[in-house]
């Protein structure tokens, strides 16, 4: 770890400071996990191995609980499983999520020492549990959960304190990191990171983390130099500074004190009204559209989450319609809008309408955040895809490009994201070249290829922009 130095960060404890300059998308560190475990809701549909979504997989035949791709995963995960397997058999069932996460811990440390690599910077004994700062409803279900875990827990493997096990409990609770499928576009698991665990929180952060073939890279979003602290976002910088900072002190007990949460930075644009011809509205009749803005948004969760998509277009579109004129293009409730209503007419297969509203969602991120935000690139890449379908082949191409790029910095060239924006990269502009050579021929070949093979279903909206804005696991 010689890119990195320990060191006493005022105000916020200890934290990491670079050893050299870096720039634009170097890898400063990559750190496997110390353990990691599928999420209880995927546990039949995730390689408890590889963390890789597949169709059919193979099921443990002693527990009947851990699945994998094959032989091979199965072979690849027994370190892991083995003591996991004879204590689930035992117990008689299988426990949540944050008791196997901690068991597995636990088993680790009990195997490897606190340390379990020369490139590990800090032993779990060193890091805050946060214990003391909980509030009644959530100490009382962590104490369930230490309960549950005695039980659990093996008799003939190492016992420890109940101080020791609570102290890793809290560990995992404010510092556990969401671990994604192959792709990196959805959450599947959590583990523990011990050297990530030292990177502060900034709202506007000068590091992303991401997820890569197994290990957790911290990437540079910009130029960083020589003794700078490093540090990354916590929360999506898309909320105000007031929730941003409600946020981090329920979920991770601190105040921040960034430069955007001081001075408040762009909360302005993210409530402002929309200026016509140098005429703004009233700050009445911003308000106004603003709580019927928020108002719908409750009303679109919950058709969503009943699957009524029909009845989520109609919500979005009677609220845009009354809101538009009124709020700004950064506004964050219509950027909500914007963004769903484009997830859900492209599931639809509405896709001239998905790619108006994907791109005016674009364009408002872009005035938001920062301009290497993985958000940003995700979104950009969704805007990009929606527009080549509804066969905008120059805007389609243009903001696959723009996708391209940031996901360079906040990805890496060997990330399957990227791979798959850089195929999409080549495609589009192939493409591009035979509409700029003659638009005729090139949209009777498009729609005869369509003919011939017709746009399957998408898969169901849930917005790939979320997995990157909740990176960091916090138990709900």
Known sequence: MENVTIFDSPGKGRGLKA?????AGDIIFSEPSLAAVVFDSLAERICHSCFRRQEK??????????????????????????QECSAIKAYGKVPNENIRLVARIMWRLDK??????DMQLTTLDELEDHIADMQEDELKEFKVDIHNFLDYWPRNSKQHTIDDISHIFGVVNCNGFSVSDQRGLQAVGVGLFPNLCLVNHDCWPNCTVILNHGKIELRSLGKIEEGQELTVSYVDFLNLSEERQRLLKT??????????????????????GRE??????????????????????EKMDKARLNGDYHEVVKICKDCIKKTE???????????????????????????NDAADYARKMVEGYMKLYHPNNAVLGMAAMRAGVTHWQAGEIEIGHGMICKAYAILMVTHGPTHPITKDLEAMRVQTEMELRMFKQNE???????????????MTMMHE???????IKNLFHRRK
């Open 19 to 23: 050893n050299k300059e870096f720039w």
């Open 112 to 117: 490897d020492g606190s340390v379990v690599s």
């Open 251 to 272: 979920q991770y007990f601190f105040d921040c004190t960034c430069e955007h949460c001081k001075n408040r930075i762009k909360d302005d644009l993210k409530l402002a």
């Open 325 to 351: 004129p009124v709020l700004a293009d950064t506004h964050i409730y219509l950027l909500r809008m914007w963004s769903t209503l484009s997830e859900v007419q492209a599931y639809l297969q509405y896709f």
């Open 57 to 82: 997989l193979q099921r443990c035949g002693q527990c009947k609980f851990a699945h994998y791709c094959d032989r091979t995963c199965q072979r690849a995960g027994w370190a892991e499983h083995k």
């Open 461 to 467: 909206p849930k917005a790939v922009e979320e997995g």
């Open 276 to 297: 016509t011809d140098g005429v703004k509205p009233s700050e009445e009749q911003v308000k106004e559209a603003t709580d019927y803005c928020f108002e719908m948004l």
């Open 440 to 454: 005729y021929v090139y949209h009777s070949m498009r729609d005869a290829a369509l003919k011939n093979k017709p």
